[in-house]
C-alpha cells in the first residue's frame, strides 16, 4: 500500500521517515518529496508499505501525531486524477494576429497599413 504523509517538518530525511513507519512492518520505500529547484522538503512524502494490513494499523497509529513539532497528515495515497493539477504546456502555433498576410490589408489581420500601387 502507498501512504501520503503531509506536513512534515523540513528537517526530516528520508530515513528518518523510515524509521518511523518501520514499528508497524516492512517498508518497501519511504520518499520526502524534494522541491526540483531549491532542493528542499516539500513538507510531504510517501511511504510503500508490503502488507495492507501493516499499513492500514500504522496510518491509525500515526495519523495526527506529533513529530518535530508538527501534527503530521496520514493516509492512503490516492492515485493522481487526470488533469488535475500541475503545469500545462500552452500552444502559441496556432490563432490570428501578428504576421505578414499575403493579399490580406497589410501586415496583420485587423486592417492596419495597406498600400496600392
Given at each position: 500500500m502507498n501512504i501520503y504523509v503531509g506536513n512534515l517538518s523540513w528537517n526530516l530525511s528520508d530515513q528518518e521517515l523510515e524509521n518511523l513507519f518501520s514499528e508497524f512492518g516492512e517498508i518497501s520505500s519511504a520518499k520526502i518529496v524534494l522541491d526540483k529547484f531549491s532542493n528542499r522538503s516539500?513538507?510531504?512524502g510517501?511511504?510503500?508499505?508490503?502488507?495492507?494490513?501493516?499499513?492500514k494499523v500504522a496510518i491509525e497509529a500515526l495519523n495526527?501525531?506529533?513529530?518535530?513539532g508538527r501534527n503530521i497528515v496520514v493516509n492512503e495515497s490516492r492515485p493522481k486524477e487526470a488533469g488535475s493539477g500541475g503545469y500545462k504546456k500552452k500552444s502559441f502555433g496556432s490563432g490570428g494576429g501578428g504576421g505578414y498576410k499575403k493579399g490580406g490589408s497589410?501586415?496583420?489581420?485587423?486592417g492596419g497599413y495597406d498600400r496600392k500601387y
Open positions: 516539500k513538507g510531504f510517501f511511504v510503500e508499505m508490503a502488507n495492507d494490513d501493516e499499513a495526527g501525531k506529533e513529530i518535530d497589410g501586415y496583420g489581420s485587423r
